[in-house]
């Protein structure tokens, strides 16, 4: 690719609009990109050429008339591969799911095909999207493109190193405790949790279901406010989708950060945070000042507790989610002498040892006897975590932190299941408190593996959010550098 | 610590069939785990009210319409084993 080409989904769309760049010849290109240099990164697990081909065939017709659907018509997309897809295998990252083939869409799914987005395949996780490197996948290891030897983050793994390696212009992902922030900070690369219910689950394989929640990645915020802006929105298919006006998420970019008050929390400054991120986020938190925003010291007394409660309402609601994978209507079967042993010995196949942990963990945390102890306690805890950020939010309007405590490790290097877990320190808050958080490229460390400063809003108000990246992103040069490997 | 019982006990209601090799493996990655859960008990929660989702939820209600849905063919294209419009399953009850 030439340097002057366009890379990201508003410039694929201007030079479409203008008849400089068609979408098959677009696709086309990804589709060797994706042949030539994938089996380096790992970043798919099925490829879905001819759909993808067929799309952008119509993609161009109505482009050629002048009359595309959206901004996103045409765009190459890449899907975690946790989202139903109809006609197209869905794994979940699992072996019990290997030949799971949907016989529909999910809603944002079909919500991207109505707005002519073209779907290059589906990419890589951890298994049922437990995992913060995407070294659970039943399947294979996906690669950092910033240093092949180190993990993508996870659980969206594949989703982020697509984007980050060129191997799609835009993605979706899943974020349950971080499982998006996280992957898009060690990729160098945006990704954006709205608010819980602010897009349609229908579709979505379940994790936890108090704490899932669909959300894109991007290479940088005009893509980020179009990604979410055709996902966004009510569903009636899911009781859980927040019926609330989607507002025009790209025209708030403009407005700037003059006059919005920033808070930092002094909870995600603490013991266990690489200096390097410290500085290349409270840099980043200069910057805002000096765009205009005025800069607070907040405290979020519960953060310590955050991991402890997740690590069993998540477990908790994955062991009753994951209770439906039984051999019997989809999915793996191993033979058994009569029910309960055939289920039994299907799902000792067909899940991963860390599905397994958590299931286990979770079936403990809520048996007679531990019930009150643990998910009950967990609960309340959640609640006092709330109030934390609503006292905050009276104060700022925006929240500045790290997304992570450190850089992208390497492959093998957290094989302790709590240090692994540790990892999401900075985004399990957010996820329980369902608030919109976004994490944004803020620099590089100096050994050149990315950085990302994470922003936390208000419930709903996705626009401040996108506003403050924004104004961000255009004053520093981070969202233009890209990777050896793309 | 949990023992090699509540492990077994719990595999049991989780309907995992596990090795002798990964109760013990469990056991132990369980203790550590649990070790560090317990630092939530640490917090005074008395009269704090549970929070259950994200959000505050009402229930949702829709009228009782039929719609279309899935074919019987469509929804049993997935099943390990069927026979005619039936999921195929083991023996449930004894002779």
Request: with cysteine; net charge negative.
């Given at each position: 690719?030439?340097?002057?080409?366009?890379?990201?989904?508003?410039?694929?769309?201007?030079?479409?609009?203008?008849?400089?760049?068609?979408?098959?010849?677009?696709?086309?290109?990804?589709?060797?990109?994706?042949?030539?240099?994938?089996?380096?990164?790992?970043?798919?697990?099925?490829?879905?050429?001819?759909?993808?081909?067929?799309?952008?065939?119509?993609?161009?017709?109505?482009?050629?008339?002048?009359?595309?659907?959206?901004?996103?018509?045409?765009?190459?997309?890449?899907?975690?591969?946790?989202?139903?897809?109809?006609?197209?295998?869905?794994?979940?990252?699992?072996?019990?799911?290997?030949?799971?083939?949907?016989?529909?869409?999910?809603?944002?799914?079909?919500?991207?095909?109505?707005?002519?987005?073209?779907?290059?395949?589906?990419?890589?996780?951890?298994?049922?999207?437990?995992?913060?490197?995407?070294?659970?996948?039943?399947?294979?290891?996906?690669?950092?493109?910033?240093?092949?030897?180190?993990?993508?983050?996870?659980?969206?793994?594949?989703?982020?190193?697509?984007?980050?390696?060129?191997?799609?212009?835009?993605?979706?992902?899943?974020?349950?405790?971080?499982?998006?922030?996280?992957?898009?900070?060690?990729?160098?690369?945006?990704?954006?949790?709205?608010?819980?219910?602010?897009?349609?689950?229908?579709?979505?394989?379940?994790?936890?279901?108090?704490?899932?929640?669909?959300?894109?990645?991007?290479?940088?915020?005009?893509?980020?406010?179009?990604?979410?802006?055709?996902?966004?929105?009510?569903?009636?298919?899911?009781?859980?989708?927040?019926?609330?006006?989607?507002?025009?998420?790209?025209?708030?970019?403009?407005?700037?950060?003059?006059?919005?008050?920033?808070?930092?929390?002094?909870?995600?400054?603490?013991?266990?945070?690489?200096?390097?991120?410290?500085?290349?986020?409270?840099?980043?938190?200069?910057?805002?000042?000096?765009?205009?925003?005025?800069?607070?010291?907040?405290?979020?007394?519960?953060?310590?507790?955050?991991?402890?409660?997740?690590?069993?309402?998540?477990?908790?609601?994955?062991?009753?989610?994951?209770?439906?994978?039984?051999?019997?209507?989809?999915?793996?079967?191993?033979?058994?002498?009569?029910?309960?042993?055939?289920?039994?010995r299907?799902?000792a196949a067909?899940?991963?040892a860390?599905?397994k942990?958590?299931?286990?963990?979770?079936?403990?945390?809520?048996?007679?006897?531990?019930?009150?102890?643990?998910?009950?306690?967990?609960?309340?805890?959640?609640?006092?975590?709330?109030?934390?950020?609503?006292?905050?939010?009276?104060?700022?309007?925006?929240?500045?932190?790290?997304?992570?405590?450190?850089?992208?490790?390497?492959?093998?290097?957290?094989?302790?299941?709590?240090?692994?877990?540790?990892?999401?320190?900075?985004?399990?808050?957010?996820?329980?408190?369902?608030?919109?958080?976004?994490?944004?490229?803020?620099?590089?460390?100096?050994?050149?593996?990315?950085?990302?400063?994470?922003?936390?809003?208000?419930?709903?108000?996705?626009?401040?959010?996108?506003?403050?990246?924004?104004?961000?992103?255009?004053?520093?040069?981070?969202?233009?550098?890209?990777?050896?490997?793309? | 610590?949990?023992?090699?019982?509540?492990?077994?006990?719990?595999a049991?209601?989780?309907?995992l069939a596990l090795s002798d090799a990964e109760v013990e493996r469990m056991?132990?990655?369980?203790?550590?785990?649990?070790?560090?859960?317990?630092?939530?008990?640490?917090?005074?929660?008395?009269?704090?009210?549970?929070?259950?989702?994200?959000?505050?939820?009402?229930?949702?209600?829709?009228?009782?319409?039929?719609?279309?849905?899935?074919?019987?063919?469509?929804?049993?294209?997935?099943?390990?084993?069927?026979?005619?419009?039936?999921?195929?399953?083991?023996?449930?009850?004894?002779?």
């Amino acid at each position: 690719m030439a340097a002057a080409d366009p890379v990201t989904i508003h410039e694929l769309a201007a030079a479409f609009a203008k008849g400089a760049a068609s979408p098959v010849a677009v696709t086309e290109a990804y589709l060797a990109r994706i042949e030539a240099r994938d089996a380096r990164l790992g970043a798919y697990l099925t490829v879905t050429g001819d759909e993808a081909r067929a799309a952008a065939r119509t993609s161009e017709a109505r482009h050629r008339a002048g009359r595309p659907l959206s901004p996103l018509d045409g765009a190459p997309i890449a899907l975690k591969d946790v989202f139903c897809t109809r006609g197209v295998r869905t794994t979940c990252g699992s072996r019990i799911l290997e030949r799971y083939v949907p016989p529909y869409d999910a809603t944002m799914v079909a919500r991207l095909r109505a707005a002519g987005a073209v779907i290059l395949g589906k990419t890589n996780m951890d298994e049922f999207a437990m995992g913060s490197s995407t070294e659970h996948s039943a399947f294979q290891l996906t690669r950092n493109p910033w240093d092949l030897a180190r993990v993508p983050g996870g659980s969206s793994g594949g989703s982020a190193a697509a984007v980050a390696g060129g191997l799609a212009a835009g993605s979706f992902g899943t974020d349950t405790g971080g499982s998006v922030r996280q992957p898009a900070a060690f990729c160098g690369v945006v990704g954006f949790k709205p608010t819980y219910g602010r897009v349609s689950r229908y579709g979505l394989i379940a994790f936890a279901s108090s704490l899932d929640h669909v959300a894109p990645f991007a290479l940088d915020i005009h893509d980020t406010a179009l990604l979410l802006g055709v996902v966004a929105g009510h569903d009636p298919l899911d009781a859980t989708s927040v019926d609330a006006p989607v507002p025009d998420y790209v025209a708030a970019l403009a407005e700037g950060v003059r006059g919005l008050r920033i808070g930092v929390p002094d909870e995600y400054f603490g013991e266990g945070l690489d200096a390097e991120i410290e500085r290349a986020v409270r840099a980043a938190i200069d910057v805002l000042r000096g765009l205009g925003a005025s800069v607070e010291r907040v405290s979020l007394p519960t953060t310590s507790y955050g991991v402890a409660t997740y690590y069993i309402v998540a477990p908790a609601e994955a062991s009753s989610n994951l209770a439906r994978y039984d051999g019997v209507k989809y999915g793996l079967r191993v033979p058994g002498k009569d029910l309960i042993d055939m289920v039994s010995r299907t799902r000792a196949a067909g899940f991963g040892a860390e599905v397994k942990r958590r299931v286990m963990l979770g079936t403990y945390a809520l048996s007679t006897g531990y019930y009150d102890a643990y998910y009950g306690q967990a609960q309340k805890v959640r609640t006092l975590v709330r109030r934390d950020f609503e006292r905050v939010f009276e104060r700022v309007d925006v929240l500045a932190a790290p997304t992570t405590p450190g850089v992208a490790f390497r492959h093998g290097d957290k094989a302790d299941p709590l240090a692994m877990y540790m990892n999401d320190v900075y985004t399990i808050p957010a996820s329980m408190t369902g608030l919109p958080a976004i994490s944004v490229p803020c620099g590089f460390n100096t050994g050149g593996l990315p950085i990302g400063l994470q922003l936390i809003g208000r419930t709903l108000d996705e626009a401040t959010l996108l506003r403050a990246a924004h104004a961000y992103e255009q004053a520093t040069p981070w969202h233009t550098r890209r990777p050896e490997f793309a | 610590m949990i023992s090699r019982e509540d492990v077994e006990h719990v595999a049991r209601l989780a309907r995992l069939a596990l090795s002798d090799a990964e109760v013990e493996r469990m056991r132990e990655q369980l203790s550590g785990i649990l070790a560090y859960i317990d630092t939530l008990r640490a917090l005074d929660t008395a009269g704090v009210e549970p929070t259950s989702h994200a959000v505050p939820l009402v229930n949702v209600m829709r009228d009782d319409e039929p719609r279309p849905c899935l074919s019987q063919d469509e929804a049993l294209a997935n099943a390990p084993d069927r026979s005619d419009v039936f999921f195929r399953v083991p023996r449930i009850i004894e002779d």
